[in-house]
């Protein structure tokens, strides 16, 4: 696969330090020249995700930032960040690849962003049984790569939910998500593309599980 280019680091650093648009249009040849390599580097994953998964797009997202809302007027990210998206409606989850110098990247995989009615189906799931989630998440071999569970959470139960109930920890999560972190030697390192994509594999117990949730209702009946 196509390594991360070594300058992507050393210009992101650059910009952190000149986030301005005189700066960025001064130096914007660098950064297309950059970012043609970086796009490079995420359709070789995706071709590599293709092999074993059934993931129909990817997105590399712009370094421009939206500041109509926020009260960080900087105009770029100082970031490269890029999605792979599964073949839905049948396949849920999604892979996420972050790449930011000084040690900031990670990858991301999971569920960020469900809507109401897949939020409700999940935790309707766990109210009845996750003992199959608590194996995925527990096997060992998966959780020397990928961790504990994370996402934001509530504080108490959802409405209509026992705020006592043992399977409250996963019921009160609003998002679930796993995450790995790299430090910026790694990055640059000739086969990082394929750790990343080995990693990816690892998850897939996981996908599978919360497609079959997803897909189905209570009685384990295929609503797609």
Do not use: C
Request: hydrophobic share 35%.
């Amino acid at each position: 696969m196509q390594p991360i280019d070594p300058r992507v680091f050393s210009f992101l650093k650059k910009l952190e330090k000149n986030n301005n648009r005189d700066w960025f249009t001064e130096n914007k040849k660098e950064f297309k020249a950059i970012e043609s390599t970086i796009k490079k580097s995420y359709k070789s994953l995706f071709e590599a995700l293709k092999v074993h998964d059934d993931v129909d797009q990817f997105k590399i997202f712009r370094i421009y930032r939206d500041v109509r809302f926020s009260k960080n007027k900087l105009p770029y990210k100082t970031h490269f960040g890029g999605s792979f998206q599964r073949r839905k409606p049948e396949l849920r989850g999604g892979y996420y690849l972050h790449l930011e110098p000084n040690n900031a990247s990670f990858i991301a995989v999971g569920f960020w962003d469900p809507n109401k009615e897949d939020l409700l189906r999940i935790r309707k799931e766990f109210e009845m049984d996750a003992s199959e989630m608590r194996e995925i998440m527990n096997a060992s071999h998966f959780k020397s790569i990928w961790g504990e569970l994370e996402g934001d959470e509530l504080i108490s139960a959802p409405r209509n939910f026992d705020k006592e109930h043992p399977n409250i920890d996963l019921i009160r999560k609003k998002q679930y998500i796993f995450t790995k972190k790299f430090g910026d030697t790694e990055v640059l390192q000739a086969d990082f593309l394929n750790t990343v994509n080995n990693a990816f594999k690892e998850i897939k117990p996981f996908f599978n599980y919360m497609s079959e949730v997803l897909t189905t209702n209570l009685n384990g009946e295929r609503i797609i």
